[in-house]
């Protein structure tokens, strides 16, 4: 997955780190797997998402994904998919 993710026009609050693992979390992975797939530590991309979550005023990955995926903050190519 590219770096670069789009973020939307209702998005001022994610930095470029987060809305890339809110994409990954929208994509079905899991902590462990964005840590390798990012060169990151485990409990980085916990305390990234610990950080999505609060941003976004939400109680679980699901409903950040709902909420970024309805305000378009973030965006999924579901041709992504195939690969993982």
Do not use: W
Not at 63 to 69: G, H, N, S
């Amino acid at each position: 997955m590219s770096e670069e993710v789009y973020l939307g026009p209702n998005c001022d609050e994610l930095t470029q780190r987060e809305a890339t693992i809110l994409k990954l979390l929208a994509m079905g992975r899991q902590a462990k797997e964005i840590a390798v797939e990012l060169g990151i530590a485990v409990k980085t991309a916990e305390t990234h998402r610990a950080n999505i979550l609060k941003k976004l005023h939400v109680s679980s990955s699901l409903l950040a994904v709902m909420y970024a995926l309805r305000r378009r903050i973030i965006t999924i190519d579901f041709e992504e998919f195939h690969g993982s």
